[in-house]
């Protein structure tokens, strides 16, 4: 399940107290003070860790609180520091302070983390304060307080290629043919509830991170259908392959399904307007001749002005050529044998 929406507490720790404390051994006369610094208290700390893939853990531990450092003790003995409290979360994890609204941090890369509040310092023990003047202090400082802040965190997955298109064209299908990703395929509208993503090996150690988002329809960029909810993790993706089904089984037509699909995305972010996109005729098995099918491609290719690539997830023609397509995309800035980052 992907739960890409949380808010958390988090709180670093206070500082130990300083210790007053004075020496006393038999035939050591006036010993002096000795006691000692409380320790730090403990960071709490966000990182990007691979491996997780959502923030299931934040939704059922709200409250994430690092150690109070230890108070100082006589001898000069400093208060133990208080432990971190390391909060992993997904890469591409955006967090926010809940209450202004600013964003703090964007966790895009895996292995990035940062100290989101820091622990208060330990004070100090009265063997701090010696001095010519002050042989027998008797003052110590407390330890400063952590601190604490309300965060909101909110997922946006990381992959090279988003899947888009009206609910039905395909996505889910083509998906578990290019990868090893299983999401469910029916033959219903929004079979698909939670984006999915697949890892796709080309020949020559290429790799390309493909996202599957559920279904879109008009009115989704305003809370329609499901895919809204979803089209934030697309933002992220460098390509977009946009599917049309070649006969969709609502009955529309496939080129106003395009140019829906397009305004949806405009209307919800400028940035998803403006990324490239691929074109895919899905589907195109359904159609008995080789005649009909490139008849099919050219109508397409004069309503929306671009050609598109004709594939079949069923039979698996054209698939090579959608995903060479898009490494051509991708190729500047992938090297070759590079993994994934996510």
Request: net charge negative.
């Amino acid at each position: 399940m992907l739960i890409d929406h949380a808010i958390i507490e988090v709180r670093s720790g206070k500082g130990g107290a300083g210790c007053v404390s004075f020496r006393r051994e038999k035939y050591v006369a006036k010993g002096g003070p000795n006691g000692g610094d409380g320790g730090d208290g403990g960071d709490v700390v966000l990182v990007a860790e691979r491996g997780v893939d959502t923030l299931l853990d934040m939704t059922g531990r709200h409250h994430w609180f690092a150690e109070d450092g230890k108070a100082g003790q006589g001898s000069q003995m400093h208060g133990r520091n208080g432990a971190d409290c390391v909060v992993q979360l997904p890469p591409g994890t955006l967090v926010y302070d809940d209450e202004t609204g600013e964003l703090i941090v964007d966790l895009a890369e895996t292995g990035q983390e940062m100290v989101i509040c820091k622990g208060g310092k330990g004070g100090f023990g009265n063997e701090h304060f010696k001095s010519a003047t002050n042989q027998v202090p008797r003052e110590s400082t407390p330890g400063q307080p952590g601190e604490e802040r309300r965060l909101r965190l909110e997922l946006k997955l990381i992959a090279d290629v988003g899947l888009v298109g009206k609910p039905n064209a395909g996505k889910s299908t083509l998906l578990s043919r290019i990868s090893a990703a299983r999401p469910k395929v029916a033959d219903y509208p929004f079979t698909t509830l939670e984006p999915n993503l697949g890892i796709v090996e080309l020949p020559g150690g290429r790799r390309i991170v493909v996202a599957d988002i559920p279904g879109l329809i008009e009115g989704a960029h305003t809370g329609a259908g499901l895919g809204h909810q979803f089209l934030r993790h697309v933002e992220r993706t460098r390509l977009l392959v946009h599917l049309i089904e070649i006969e969709p089984t609502d009955g529309s037509d496939p080129a106003d399904n395009f140019k829906t699909i397009n305004e949806e995305l405009a209307s919800f972010s400028q940035t998803l307007a403006e990324k490239p996109q691929v074109v895919a005729l899905s589907k195109t098995d359904l159609l008995t001749t080789e005649g009909d099918r490139e008849t099919a491609a050219d109508l397409i290719e004069q309503a929306i002005g671009i050609r598109p690539i004709r594939i079949s997830a069923a039979s698996g023609d054209g698939i090579n050529d959608l995903l060479e397509a898009c490494w051509e995309h991708l190729k500047d800035e992938k090297e070759p044998s590079a993994g994934w980052s996510v």
